[in-house]
């Protein structure tokens, strides 16, 4: 019989506890990765959902947010082969959020 460790199944998950994107606003993080998703709430941005894979505080933590502006600038990272990298994350009214 085999060993479950012997099938080398992997599965493409983000490790860490949820967090509020607020708890890092103005702080440095440090970015891993990222994947986008269809958002549960279709009717918001452009109805995609943000799956940051960061590291905060020397803890990973994952960040679940609609910020298209995040979005379109993780995309423009990976084509750049950039990640991990470090970045602030600020928040801009009436409600968003970018890297700086």
Do not use: W
Not at 5 to 19: A, E, P, T, V
Not at 21 to 42: A, C, M, N, R
Not at 83 to 97: N, S
């Amino acid at each position: 019989m085999k060993n479950f460790s012997d099938l080398n199944i992997q599965i493409d998950q983000f490790n860490g506890k949820k967090i509020e994107i607020d708890e890092v606003v103005g702080h440095t993080i440090e970015v891993l990765d990222f994947k986008i998703e269809p958002s549960k709430y279709q009717d918001k941005g452009n109805s995609k959902c943000l799956v940051l894979q960061i590291r905060y505080d020397n803890r990973d933590r994952v960040i679940f947010t609609g910020s298209v502006i995040l979005q379109q600038q993780c995309q423009k990272v990976r084509e750049m082969n950039g990640f991990p990298f470090r970045a602030t994350i600020e928040a801009i009214k009436p409600r968003g959020y970018k890297f700086i």
